[in-house]
């Protein structure tokens, strides 16, 4: 058993604007969680953040946190996809690059993709609009804790500040002449954020976006790509169903606003 702790998160500390934590350990009962909030009140002059995760089979953690001032914020799954078993039909199928994808109205795009560090200045700010624009109905919109303007900031600044900084991620987007479609930021560890522009959701881009993301992803030699998305994110979790992945380790996610 593993004692509770408190570890800061660095970057929601710096996206929310007040200290954030993750709450580590397991838990004997309400009162042992309640107790590391009360000493972290008592050392803290400001308001803090808590995340806590927990899989979906540790009921009773969940309801302990519950019952210590957490709220249920959303359950999360991690979609996954085996890519030696996949890795064959797809190359077969001719789909080396988005060009020969059936794209929505025949529309003529572009993709690319490499490390982040030498994306154009131009499409790393379309990107971050992107961001911006698209993440509004995430847990921390759902949450009413926490101010929308904070919400509305913390996808991009994520994006602008972290993601887009760390060399070892990957970017697949895909273009028209004109503009920015969508994009998939991505690593060895898995798929961590991708977008489509509100110029072109609900269009059948979004199927476009990731066969060419995994195609990219074999094309780096990977065995396997993950990630990890809300359940009420239906759209994304059938299109997840319609190209092969399954699902494993749902989670309970839960808030504490002090």
């Known amino acids: 058993m593993t004692e509770l702790c408190l570890i800061e998160v660095p970057w929601e500390t710096r996206n929310l604007g007040m200290p954030a934590y993750q709450l580590k350990g397991t838990a004997k009962n309400y009162m042992a969680i309640e107790l590391i909030l009360q000493k972290k009140q008592m050392q803290s002059k400001e308001n803090f953040f808590v995340q806590l995760k927990l899989d979906a089979e540790k009921i009773d953690e969940v309801k302990f946190a519950q019952e210590a001032g957490f709220r249920l914020a959303e359950m999360s799954i991690c979609p996954y996809l085996d890519l030696n078993k996949v890795r064959s039909n797809i190359l077969s199928d001719g789909m080396s690059s988005v060009y020969s994808l059936k794209t929505p109205g025949n529309t003529i795009i572009d993709s690319h993709y490499g490390p982040v560090q030498y994306l154009d200045s131009m499409i790393t700010e379309e990107i971050i609009d992107i961001a911006k624009e698209t993440f509004t109905t995430d847990r921390f919109h759902m949450?009413?804790?926490?101010?929308?303007?904070?919400?509305?900031?913390?996808?991009?600044?994520?994006?602008?500040?972290?993601?887009?900084k760390e060399n070892k991620n990957y970017c697949t987007y895909i273009k028209t002449t004109k503009?920015?479609?969508?994009?998939?930021?991505?690593?060895?560890?898995?798929?961590?954020?991708?977008?489509?522009?509100?110029?072109?959701?609900?269009?059948?881009?979004?199927?476009?976006?990731?066969?060419?993301?995994?195609?990219?992803?074999?094309?780096?030699?990977?065995?396997?790509?993950?990630?990890?998305?809300?359940?009420?994110?239906?759209?994304?979790?059938?299109?997840?169903?319609?190209?092969?992945?399954?699902?494993?380790?749902?989670?309970?996610i839960l808030h504490y606003w002090s």
């Open 143 to 164: 949450d009413p804790s926490c101010k929308n303007a904070i919400a509305d900031q913390r996808s991009g600044l994520w994006v602008e500040l972290d993601l887009l």
């Open 179 to 252: 503009s920015l479609i969508g994009f998939m930021i991505w690593n060895q560890e898995g798929f961590i954020l991708g977008g489509l522009s509100k110029n072109y959701t609900g269009k059948g881009f979004g199927k476009t976006l990731y066969i060419q993301s995994i195609l990219d992803v074999i094309n780096e030699g990977f065995d396997e790509i993950s990630t990890n998305i809300s359940v009420n994110n239906i759209p994304v979790l059938n299109l997840y169903s319609k190209l092969d992945f399954l699902f494993r380790e749902p989670k309970y």
